[in-house]
């Protein structure tokens, strides 16, 4: 295939992603149909299987492409070495897309495929890792306190995903939101001094041990 004909046939598919994620967000992945969405993008059903081979195939690539794009456009977001900024970013990225991408609410609620199963797997974990770096890059600058990174990314990616409950009519913008979020797993919602009285802790951060005279190990 030469490289215009490459470029048409990507650009053709790229379409048919989005029209298909917004038949999928409007009507919902079950009851969504191929003939629902050849008649989005004006192809022949038949015309589909030259791009998908069924509609759990069309999904998966829907998925896939839009890990893709986030992934990019982190690498692209000018964060330098800072694992707070890096983080924020992240987590405003993918607020934004859940919020407003018809692709990024199905990301949220559909990550769980037969059809190249292996493939999204290996992604999403991917993207887990990318959470798990900045966290793990973070506690060795000393910007993060020792934590359970495994633990922490995915809570963190569940609480993102979460916020398909938006809507414009909402008072706080994706990005208010997701800044909002990062703020309960970069600050807490205790004050240290209440933390302190109640022995909150960590694991990765147990409380100070009390000694006979009523100090603590790290005093």
Not at 65 to 70: C, E, G, N, S, T
Not at 84 to 90: G, I, N, P
Not at 137 to 151: H, K, L, Q, S, Y
Request: hydrophobic fraction near 40%; include cysteine.
């Amino acid at each position: 295939m030469s490289p215009r004909r490459e470029r048409r046939r990507e650009a053709r598919r790229q379409d048919l992603l989005e029209k298909a994620a917004e038949v999928f967000a409007e009507v919902g992945y079950e009851a969504a149909t191929l003939e629902a969405v050849a008649e989005r993008v004006d192809l022949a059903q038949a015309s589909l299987y030259h791009y998908v081979r069924n509609k759990e195939d069309l999904l998966a690539q829907i998925l896939l492409d839009l890990v893709a794009r986030i992934e990019a456009t982190l690498a692209e977001a000018d964060t330098g070495d800072d694992p707070l900024l890096r983080l924020r970013t992240l987590c405003r990225l993918q607020v934004s897309v859940i919020c407003t991408d018809p692709a990024g609410r199905l990301l949220a609620r559909h990550g769980d495929l037969r059809e190249r199963a292996a493939e999204l797997a290996h992604t999403g974990g991917r993207y887990r890792h990318m959470i798990e770096t900045i966290i793990a890059d973070g506690i060795t600058a000393g910007a993060f306190r020792p934590v359970e990174v495994d633990i922490f990314a995915w809570t963190l990616m569940l609480a993102l995903n979460a916020t398909t409950w938006w809507t414009p009519e909402h008072p706080l913008s994706p990005e208010e939101v997701a800044d909002e979020i990062f703020s309960y797993f970069v600050e807490g919602i205790v004050t240290p001094a209440r933390r302190r009285r109640s022995g909150t802790t960590s694991r990765a951060n147990p409380a100070p041990t009390a000694q006979p005279d009523g100090r603590s190990e790290d005093t």
